[in-house]
C-alpha cells in the first residue's frame, strides 16, 4: 500500500499506551538518546535554547514531555561549559519516566514533576522558556494549539519546539536503520511511524496562526527536523516566515 505523505497519520504508537512494561520504555528513552545524540537532535534542542536565552546569564527552561530527561542533560552540559546558571523543571505524565529522569539526571536541585503539562500551573514561577522535542507530533492539530498558548502564557521568555519533518526520505531510512540496529520493539514500530506523524512547515504556520502567534521563526534542521521559535518579547530578529 502507497503511503500518504501529504496529510499527517493519527495511528497511535505503542509507547502511547498506558500499558507498555517501563524496561520496555527504559530502552526506548537510551536508544532515542542514541538517535538525538549522533543524528543531531541533541544539538537542535540546543540551538533554540541559545536563540531565547541570548545575554542571560541566569536562566529556567522547563521541558514538558521530557521523558527520561536527556534532553535537559544536554543543555545542562551547554551550559556548564559556556558558564550559565542553569534551573531545569521536567514535566511528563508518566511517573516511571519521571522517576528514571530523577535517577540519571546531572542537574543539581533538578525539578521532576509527574502530571500533565497542561494541568500544572507555576504561580508566580513561570520558567524563563519552555520547550518540546520529539512530542508535539502525538497530538492532534486541535490540540496543539492549545498547547501553544500554553507554553506562550507559561514562558516568560518564550518557547521553542524540536520535532519531525514528515518526509519519505526521513521514513524510509529510519525504518531501514531500526530494523538493523534496534533492539526494541517501541523503536522500531514507533520511529518511522513517529515521521508519519510529523509536519510540514506549511501546517506549522497553520497551527501558529491558529494559535494567534504572529511572531516566529520556522527552520529545517538536519535531520528532518524543524525547529520552532517563539519569542514573547523583543521579537524583531525572529522573521515571520
Not at 85 to 108: E, F, Q, T
Not at 113 to 133: A, C, L, Q, V, W
Not at 203 to 219: G, H, M, P, Q, T
Amino acid at each position: 500500500m502507497m503511503i500518504d505523505f501529504r496529510r499527517r497519520s493519527y495511528k497511535k504508537e505503542l509507547l502511547d499506551a498506558s500499558d507498555i512494561p517501563f524496561d520496555d520504555i527504559r530502552l526506548n528513552m537510551k536508544e532515542l538518546n542514541f538517535v538525538n545524540t549522533f543524528l543531531g537532535g541533541h544539538q537542535i534542542t540546543i540551538s533554540g535554547f541559545k536563540k531565547l536565552a541570548s545575554g542571560k546569564n541566569n536562566i529556567t527552561v522547563c521541558e514538558i514531555g521530557c521523558g527520561g530527561g536527556d534532553n535537559l542533560s544536554a543543555i545542562y552540559a551547554w551550559a556548564r561549559k559556556n558558564d550559565l546558571r542553569l534551573s531545569i523543571i521536567g514535566i511528563d505524565i508518566n511517573p516511571n519516566c519521571i522517576a528514571y529522569a530523577k535517577s540519571v539526571s546531572p542537574v543539581p536541585g533538578g525539578i521532576f514533576i509527574t502530571d500533565d503539562y497542561k494541568n500544572h500551573e507555576f504561580g508566580n514561577g513561570r520558567p524563563d522558556i519552555i520547550f518540546s522535542s520529539l512530542f508535539c507530533h502525538h497530538f492532534s492539530n486541535e490540540e496543539l494549539v492549545m498547547m501553544m498558548k500554553w507554553m506562550r502564557d507559561n514562558s516568560k521568555l518564550g518557547f521553542f519546539i524540536n520535532d519531525l519533518h514528515r518526509h519519505p526520505v526521513a521514513y524510509y531510512f529510519i525504518k531501514w536503520a531500526t530494523r538493523i540496529f534496534s533492539k526494541s520493539y517501541l523503536v522500531k514500530n514507533d520511529a518511522p511511524l513517529s515521521v508519519l506523524r510529523g509536519f510540514k512547515k506549511s501546517e506549522w504556520i497553520n497551527i501558529l496562526a491558529k494559535s494567534d502567534i504572529k511572531s516566529y521563526f520556522v527552520r529545517w534542521k538536519w535531520a528532518f527536523r524543524y525547529l520552532i521559535i517563539v519569542r514573547n518579547h523583543r521579537v524583531s530578529d525572529l522573521p515571520t516566515k
